[in-house]
Every structure is written in C-alpha cells, then in structure tokens.
C-alpha cells in the first residue's frame, strides 16, 4: 500500500458540512420535542415562537407572511424546504454533499442517508399532529443516530474522518448553546415562590431530556439540584458527550491528530481558538457567567464557534475556491 | 403435493427475429435451457417480486442517472431486467477479436489523419469529412501520444440480426459510458438470483476498474514510477454521475472536478488538505469542448485553465485523448471496413450495417427513393436522438426527414432496417421478447483488453428498436460462457 492518503480539500470540506448538516437535523428534532413538551396550554405560540427566536430566525420566519402560530412554526422547521434551517434543507444539503463524497464514503452510508433523505422529505403536513409529532422526531434522531453508527462501523479512519468528526463536534456544541438558550426565551409560568421553583426545575429537566442527559444527569448531580447545576453539566461536564466542554475538547484532540499523524500544518490558528474557547467555559463559575446573563454568554461562545469553523476552512478548504468568499458561516451550503 | 407452477415461457413467442435465449446454438452447454428450466420453478410472480426488490436495491444503492427534462432534475435508475442474455464462448471469441481489430483500426486512423495523413491522400476517404469535422482538432496534429493509442476507452454498438449475424451499428470512441451497469448488473444479479447462477460457468466482470487503471498507468508521461491517475468529472449534476464514482472507487483513484485541479508551469496539481500534489494520467468524463477554457470553449467552468499546454508539454496524459470524436463520426462509420482493410490488410471480422452516405451523390438519392424503408440518423447525434425510423414514420415525419435531408445532406446517412435480435423479458404481460443490443468495452493502453461481455441494452417498449436509457431502455445482466463445457448442477 504504498500511496500517500492524501485527501482533496473538496472532500474535507464536503466531509465537514455533511456531519454538520446531519448532526442538525438531530438536534433540529430535538428542539421541536423539547418545545412541544413546554407548550402552555393556551399560549402555544410563544413557546414555539421561542423556537424561532433561538434559531435566530425572525427574518427568514416574517418572510413567509404567515402568523406565528404553533403550526405555522412546525412546517416552517419541518416541512419548509426553502427555509435554509428546516430538516428537509439540511437533509437536502447532506445528501448532496454525500453524493459529493460517494467515491469516499462507505457504500452504506450513502444508501442509508439516501433513503433516510427520501422518507423525511415525503412527510406532509399530518405528520405534525397531535402525537405523531413525537414520533417524527424520534424517526428523525434514529435516523440520524443510525447514520451514525454506520458511519463508526463503516468509514475509513483516515484524516477524512477527522474532518467529518470536527463538523460533527462544532456542530453539537453549537446544538447544545442553542437548547441551553431556550430556557431563556420561555416563559416563567405565572404565580412565585414555590410553585415557580417547581416549574422551573420541570423546564430545566425537559431540556436535559431533550439533550439525552437526564439519566446522567442524575448521576452526577446533587439531589436538590439547582438551575445552575443543569447549566453547568450542559456547558462543561468532562464526561456528557453533548456537553460544550467535551465538544471543545474533541476538536482539540481531532486537530492535534491532523498534525501529528497527517502531518497538516496550519492548525495553529484553529488550536488558538479552541484555546479562547475554553478558556471562556472553564475560566469562570457558572454561576458568575449566569449573573452576567446566560443568553449574552451563550451567543459569544456561538460566535467563537464560527470563527473556530472559519479557521478550519482557511487552512484546509481555502485551496479550491477563492479566499474571497470568506469566512464560514453557521448557514453557508457547500458546492 | 407439489404446485403446478404454469411455464411462464409457455406463450412466448418470438417471432423471426434471432432469440438470445431460445433460439437454438451450439456450445451453449445446455446453459440457456438451465436458464429457462430454473425461471420456470422459481414462477412469474416471485420473479417479479425478486425484480422489484433488485430495482428497490438500485434506487437505495443510488446507482442512477439523472434526466433532465425542463428545469427538473429525475434520478432513475436503468431499468434491470433480471432474465439473462446469454453469450457462448465462440460467439464472445468472434466478437472480442472483431472489437480489438476495430479499436486498432480507430487508433491507426488518428495517428494517420492527425500526421501523414496517407488515407485521405490515397483518396480511400474524402478530405472534407475528416479535416471539415467539427469533432477534427487541429491542436492534434503531429502531436505525439504514448503507444499511437487515441482511444484508451472504447465502446462499440453491436445489434444481431435474423441470422444471428453480429453487425456493429456503431463505435464510441469519445466517452462511451455505461459499464458500470454492466459490473453492478452483475452483483445485483447474484444477489437476487443466486439460483439462477449456481452452477454457471461464466466470465467475471470484476476486473474492469483494475486494468483500466494499468492502462491509465502504462500511458502516464515516461519517466513517471508511480503516477497519479484521477478520474475528471463534471460534478453531481453530471448524468452519468454514479458511473464517475464506480470508476473512480474501482481504480482507487480520486474522483476531481476543475476546480480540484490547477496548471502551474505546464504541470497540472491537485488541491488536498496538505497542499498540490502531482497528478500525471487525467482519465476526463468531459467532452474535449470543456477540457480547458483558454483553448475551447471560454465559458466553461467545468475544466482546468492551462491543460492543453500541460497535455502537450508531455507533463500530463488525458484518456481519451482530444479530437477521437472524428473517429466516431457516423459518416466515417460507413467507411470503417475500408479503413480496416487499409491500415490492418485483414478483412472485417465484425460487419457494419450497409450505409449510405448522404453527402455522396449516389447516397442521398437512394435513401430519398427509399426514405419510408430506411432508418435516418443525423451524423453527429449520440443518445438517439434525430432519428427517422421509415418503416414506422408518419408521412408527416418522413417530409420533415426528407426537408431535413435536401436542407444539408452531409449531415445525414441512412440504413435499412436492421432486424434487432430479441431476448425474453419481464413484463406486465409476462415473458415477452424485446429488442435488444450489446455494448463491449475495450481498454487500450499498450494493448487491448475487453471486458467479457458488455452493457446489452434493452428496448422495454413493446416493438421499440430504440434502446437507449433516456428513452426508456433497460439493461440485462450479460453472461459470458467461460468454456463450451456443460452447466454444472444447481446446488
């Protein structure tokens, strides 16, 4: 085997956008189940106009012309394949970007991203009721869940892995901001005290749920658990594979490993970001990031996120088309 | 008590034309009647279940093409039919020396009109249909290409008639595709059909990808010890996108589009996550119009600035290689038999179809007087497109081929109806014949090999001669006898 395993920058790069536009429509799903679980009765549409808001998608949602209500926001997400945030989008940019990378990847993925693609963009508006909302994004997640496991099981590890998992971990972690962030947009429920405390704490183990955290969770935090105590797990447990932390420290490791075993230079820039990166989540209590106002927080890390992204483009991806393009943004397509 | 299961060859029927399956030959080793006997215990409606499963498996596979109709973009899948087309070992021996002669005859033509040009001067074929052909590039003169090989690639058009006489209808010494569908018919045929197959003794297809990349290697710039061998498409949106990826993945080369490649110093480079790497044989699924817009066509984007210059500095082979579509041309067609005959001093093993050429006197008129008895074909159309077909033409249709034809006859040659052999194929009808040709593929590097067997495609229409996957052909699985021996027992 005597060939050098070098790789396009157009295959990095598809491999990148690929696991990030995947790893979305997970976390799209996930969105959706968490706010229908926090739907007041009565007042469904603030809480799915949160959903809007944590997306920062008040634009491209007043383009539509329509009234917020809870229906319009779900085909908005989930049936709107001109919105460039909805799940047939990215599965629509997934798939072409695995089409892109089809002398690259594993037969079994394509076949199972192409008709996992197919299926989700042939639902119509009756999947989005009553119950079998839930069960969409459920499909949705094992979808996912299931490329991914074929994608463990199946992918060629070489560097082209290391791209699609940096995608993946910057795309979690901006995930992950995203659900934290829509507890700031939720309304408290009316009353104080006790009752409030409750609710709240009700709110906060719905977004644990939503991220698939519960469980652990509950194993590593305190019985009288507060609001901070879900902060902190979500942003910096060493151990939750859907927290910031750990998210950060996974894209550290993947470009270390693209230097030190294919010997890529230029991740020095990148590695200082994940530097500032971190720094950001560890370098302070949650506490004291949460008195300084949490939503406020979360956007610069969604920031540092994108400039992180932008850096990897320079230095890998910048060789087949023109710098002048610039920077990566969350909702840049590839091709 | 066993199910009496109705033979579903029972009310087929195939008329007089020649019988892939049913028309008796010798040295099939009893394959064909296996064939028969084994489709009859499986019944027509578990055959049909097993196909609709195999073209379930093609969609999800993605192994499709794209038709673009408007402004939509369809991925279809090439229609498989599961019932075999069955080649002997002596029929595959006529038509493998008869498609190698062929390619060597293509190939000494370019080298001869591209240099002394003896042909022409001998006046066994007239100047202005080679140096007035638009496919003709004058880049090429005198240029050198390794081994005199032009057409790395080749794919020839074979049809049988009554007799079951082999005819070839015509050569493709541009881009010829399809031979994916010859290797993923292939696999999805053991898949499906594993019973059909026990026992067959047959030529594997597998070895496509693995000597198309040593003739890729062998015509890489001398002096290159282990040269890089890419495989140039013109992206997703390409029809013949799935087959790039199979090439591509069957050589275990990358697949680049233009943008992936770059021309410094007349040395052509590859853009990776480690900076340019070096890239010397250029397998290109572009047309020569698109290879490089400061030579062709300016507006295109889908090739790489500086390639020509590369390509003619040596520093880089491109398969195949530019101005061979002169060698395909339909009018030149007519004339192949004379030209093996001049460079080779051999007869034709293989037959054309009698043609008539239309820029010629004596042609355009015979074809006027027979107009409704003849097939018209434009000269530089692929795909099947431009077609008059007489014999089934309205007249409406054949004054507009008449018009067509006194408004510029050297565009036009003429045929008579060659009766396409049928083979048995699954219908909504059951069993029925459809028309059907054969597509080898020849790879020439230093020498020629032929893949065993080839793309036979299929006519699904009822009576249709027209094969062609954009409109409406389907394909079968190609077997190829490896011996005259007898088929073993079904396990």
Same mark, same amino acid.
């Given at each position: 085997?005597?060939?050098?395993?070098?790789?396009?920058?157009?295959?990095?790069?598809?491999?990148?956008?690929?696991?990030?536009?995947?790893?979305?429509?997970?976390?799209?799903?996930?969105?959706?189940?968490?706010?229908?679980?926090?739907?007041?009765?009565?007042?469904?549409?603030?809480?799915?106009?949160?959903?809007?808001?944590?997306?920062?998608?008040?634009?491209?949602?007043?383009?539509?012309?329509?009234?917020?209500?809870?229906?319009?926001?779900?085909?908005?997400?989930?049936?709107?394949?001109?919105? %460039?945030?909805?799940?047939?989008?990215?599965?629509?940019?997934?798939?072409?970007?695995?089409?892109?990378?089809?002398?690259?990847?594993?037969?079994?993925?394509?076949?199972?991203?192409?008709?996992?693609?197919?299926?989700?963009?042939?639902?119509?508006?009756?999947?989005?009721?009553?119950?079998?909302?839930?069960?969409?994004?459920?499909?949705?997640?094992?979808?996912?869940?299931?490329?991914?496991?074929?994608?463990?099981?199946?992918?060629?590890?070489?560097?082209?892995?290391?791209?699609?998992?940096?995608?993946?971990?910057?795309?979690?972690?901006?995930?992950?901001?995203?659900?934290?962030?829509?507890?700031?947009?939720?309304?408290?429920?009316?009353?104080?005290?006790?009752?409030?405390?409750?609710?709240?704490?009700?709110?906060?183990?719905?977004?644990?749920?939503?991220?698939?955290?519960?469980?652990?969770?509950?194993?590593?935090?305190?019985?009288?658990?507060?609001?901070?105590?879900?902060?902190?797990?979500? &942003?910096?447990? %060493?151990?939750?594979?859907?927290?910031?932390?750990?998210?950060?420290?996974?894209?550290?490791?993947?470009?270390?490993?693209?230097?030190?075993?294919?010997?890529?230079?230029?991740?020095?820039?990148?590695?200082?970001?994940?530097?500032?990166?971190?720094?950001?989540?560890?370098?302070?209590?949650?506490?004291?990031?949460?008195?300084?106002?949490?939503?406020?927080? &979360?956007?610069?890390?969604?920031?540092?996120?994108?400039?992180?992204?932008?850096?990897?483009?320079?230095?890998?991806?910048?060789?087949?088309?023109?710098?002048?393009?610039?920077?990566?943004?969350?909702?840049?397509?590839?091709? | 008590?066993?199910?009496?299961?109705?033979?579903?060859?029972?009310?087929?029927?195939?008329?007089?034309?020649?019988?892939?399956?049913?028309?008796?030959?010798?040295?099939?080793?009893?394959?064909?009647?296996?064939?028969?006997?084994?489709?009859?215990?499986?019944?027509?409606?578990?055959?049909?279940?097993?196909?609709?499963?195999?073209?379930?498996?093609?969609?999800?596979?993605?192994?499709?093409?794209?038709?673009?109709?408007?402004?939509?973009?369809?991925?279809?899948?090439?229609?498989?039919?599961?019932?075999?087309?069955?080649?002997?070992?002596?029929?595959?021996?006529?038509?493998?020396?008869?498609?190698?002669?062929?390619?060597?005859?293509?190939?000494?033509?370019?080298?001869?009109?591209?240099?002394?040009?003896?042909?022409?001067?001998?006046?066994?074929?007239?100047?202005?249909?080679?140096?007035?052909?638009?496919?003709?590039?004058?880049?090429?003169?005198?240029?050198?290409?390794?081994?005199?090989?032009?057409?790395?690639?080749?794919?020839?058009?074979?049809?049988?008639?009554?007799?079951?006489?082999?005819?070839?209808?015509?050569?493709?010494?541009?881009?010829?595709?399809?031979?994916?569908?010859?290797?993923?018919?292939?696999?999805?045929?053991?898949?499906?059909?594993?019973?059909?197959?026990?026992?067959?003794?047959?030529?594997?297809?597998?070895?496509?990808?693995?000597?198309?990349?040593?003739?890729?290697?062998?015509?890489?710039?001398?002096?290159?010890?282990?040269?890089?061998?890419?495989?140039?498409?013109?992206?997703?949106?390409?029809?013949?996108?799935?087959?790039?990826?199979?090439?591509?993945?069957?050589?275990?080369?990358?697949?680049?589009?233009?943008?992936?490649?770059?021309?410094?110093?007349?040395?052509?480079?590859?853009?990776?996550?480690?900076?340019?790497?070096?890239?010397?044989?250029?397998?290109?699924?572009?047309?020569?119009?698109?290879?490089?817009?400061?030579?062709?066509?300016?507006?295109?984007?889908?090739?790489?600035?500086?390639?020509?210059?590369?390509?003619?500095?040596?520093?880089?082979?491109?398969?195949?290689?530019?101005?061979?579509?002169?060698?395909?041309?339909?009018?030149?067609?007519?004339?192949?038999?004379?030209?093996?005959?001049?460079? &080779?001093?051999?007869?034709?093993?293989?037959?054309?179809?009698?043609?008539?050429?239309?820029?010629?006197?004596?042609?355009?008129?015979?074809?006027?007087?027979?107009?409704?008895?003849?097939?018209?074909?434009?000269?530089?159309?692929?795909?099947?497109?431009?077609?008059?077909?007489?014999?089934?033409?309205?007249?409406?249709?054949?004054?507009?081929?008449?018009?067509?034809?006194?408004?510029?006859?050297?565009?036009?040659?003429?045929?008579?109806?060659?009766?396409?052999?049928?083979?048995?194929?699954?219908?909504?009808?059951?069993?029925?014949?459809?028309?059907?040709?054969?597509?080898?593929?020849?790879?020439?590097?230093?020498?020629?090999?032929? &893949? %065993?067997?080839?793309?036979?495609?299929?006519?699904?229409?009822?009576?249709?001669?027209?094969?062609?996957?954009?409109?409406?052909?389907?394909?079968?699985?190609?077997?190829?006898?490896?011996?005259?021996?007898?088929?073993?027992?079904?396990?």
């Amino acid at each position: 085997m005597g060939r050098d395993l070098t790789l396009l920058a157009r295959y990095a790069e598809g491999l990148f956008w690929m696991a990030r536009y995947v790893e979305r429509v997970e976390n799209m799903a996930r969105l959706v189940d968490v706010t229908q679980t926090f739907e007041s009765p009565g007042r469904e549409a603030e809480s799915w106009l949160a959903l809007i808001r944590i997306n920062a998608d008040e634009k491209g949602f007043a383009k539509r012309g329509q009234a917020p209500t809870a229906d319009a926001v779900k085909r908005f997400y989930l049936l709107d394949r001109d919105n %460039p945030t909805s799940v047939p989008a990215s599965l629509e940019l997934a798939r072409t970007n695995a089409r892109t990378l089809r002398p690259l990847i594993s037969t079994e993925m394509w076949s199972q991203l192409n008709a996992f693609h197919r299926d989700m963009t042939n639902i119509d508006e009756s999947a989005l009721h009553g119950d079998r909302l839930s069960r969409l994004c459920a499909r949705l997640k094992e979808g996912v869940q299931t490329h991914t496991g074929i994608t463990e099981g199946t992918f060629f590890r070489d560097q082209g892995w290391l791209f699609y998992q940096l995608g993946r971990q910057i795309e979690r972690a901006d995930q992950t901001t995203r659900l934290l962030d829509i507890r700031y947009h939720l309304l408290v429920p009316a009353g104080g005290g006790e009752a409030l405390r409750v609710a709240e704490l009700t709110q906060w183990g719905g977004v644990l749920r939503a991220a698939a955290g519960y469980h652990a969770f509950r194993r590593v935090a305190p019985a009288g658990f507060t609001r901070s105590d879900v902060v902190s797990f979500l &942003l910096t447990d %060493p151990h939750f594979p859907r927290s910031v932390a750990l998210c950060v420290e996974k894209i550290e490791w993947f470009l270390g490993r693209l230097r030190s075993r294919w010997g890529l230079r230029g991740t020095v820039a990148a590695l200082e970001r994940v530097e500032e990166l971190r720094g950001g989540l560890m370098g302070r209590p949650v506490d004291a990031i949460m008195a300084d106002g949490l939503h406020h927080f &979360l956007d610069g890390v969604q920031r540092d996120l994108i400039l992180l992204a932008g850096e990897i483009g320079t230095a890998f991806f910048r060789d087949w088309r023109p710098l002048a393009e610039g920077a990566q943004t969350q909702g840049q397509t590839q091709g | 008590m066993q199910q009496v299961v109705p033979d579903p060859f029972g009310s087929y029927r195939p008329g007089p034309y020649f019988c892939e399956l049913t028309t008796d030959r010798a040295g099939d080793g009893g394959a064909a009647a296996a064939v028969r006997a084994r489709i009859g215990a499986i019944g027509l409606d578990a055959l049909r279940a097993r196909a609709a499963a195999a073209e379930n498996d093609l969609i999800n596979l993605g192994i499709t093409f794209t038709v673009y109709s408007d402004a939509n973009a369809i991925d279809r899948i090439l229609p498989f039919d599961c019932i075999p087309r069955i080649l002997t070992a002596a029929e595959w021996r006529v038509l493998e020396a008869g498609v190698k002669q062929r390619v060597a005859a293509l190939n000494l033509f370019l080298h001869d009109i591209y240099h002394d040009r003896r042909i022409v001067k001998e006046g066994l074929i007239p100047g202005e249909l080679v140096f007035g052909n638009p496919n003709y590039r004058p880049e090429m003169e005198n240029f050198p290409v390794r081994f005199g090989t032009y057409v790395h690639i080749c794919g020839t058009d074979i049809v049988r008639d009554r007799e079951g006489h082999f005819l070839v209808l015509e050569d493709n010494a541009r881009t010829p595709s399809g031979v994916s569908y010859v290797v993923e018919n292939r696999h999805l045929m053991s898949r499906t059909f594993p019973d059909l197959m026990a026992g067959m003794r047959l030529r594997p297809v597998d070895d496509y990808g693995r000597n198309l990349l040593s003739a890729m290697a062998e015509i890489a710039p001398e002096g290159v010890d282990d040269p890089q061998v890419v495989l140039l498409s013109p992206g997703i949106y390409n029809s013949a996108y799935f087959e790039h990826v199979f090439l591509a993945r069957e050589m275990g080369v990358p697949l680049v589009e233009g943008a992936d490649l770059f021309v410094e110093h007349d040395k052509v480079w590859m853009r990776t996550t480690g900076g340019r790497q070096p890239v010397h044989t250029i397998y290109r699924r572009l047309g020569d119009d698109f290879l490089d817009p400061t030579v062709f066509r300016p507006d295109s984007l889908l090739g790489v600035p500086g390639l020509i210059g590369a390509w003619r500095r040596g520093n880089v082979a491109l398969a195949n290689a530019v101005g061979t579509g002169v060698a395909d041309d339909k009018a030149v067609y007519a004339y192949m038999p004379r030209l093996i005959r001049f460079y &080779l001093d051999e007869d034709p093993i293989l037959s054309n179809v009698e043609t008539h050429i239309c820029r010629e006197k004596e042609g355009l008129a015979f074809t006027l007087d027979n107009l409704d008895k003849l097939v018209v074909k434009p000269v530089g159309e692929s795909g099947g497109y431009g077609i008059t077909i007489g014999p089934r033409a309205t007249s409406e249709e054949l004054e507009h081929a008449r018009a067509a034809l006194l408004d510029d006859p050297s565009n036009w040659i003429s045929q008579p109806v060659v009766s396409l052999s049928v083979a048995p194929t699954l219908t909504d009808d059951g069993i029925r014949p459809r028309h059907l040709d054969l597509r080898p593929y020849a790879v020439t590097g230093r020498t020629t090999w032929v &893949l %065993p067997g080839g793309l036979s495609r299929v006519a699904l229409k009822e009576g249709s001669l027209v094969v062609n996957s954009s409109q409406g052909g389907g394909s079968k699985d190609t077997w190829v006898l490896a011996d005259d021996g007898a088929v073993g027992e079904a396990r």
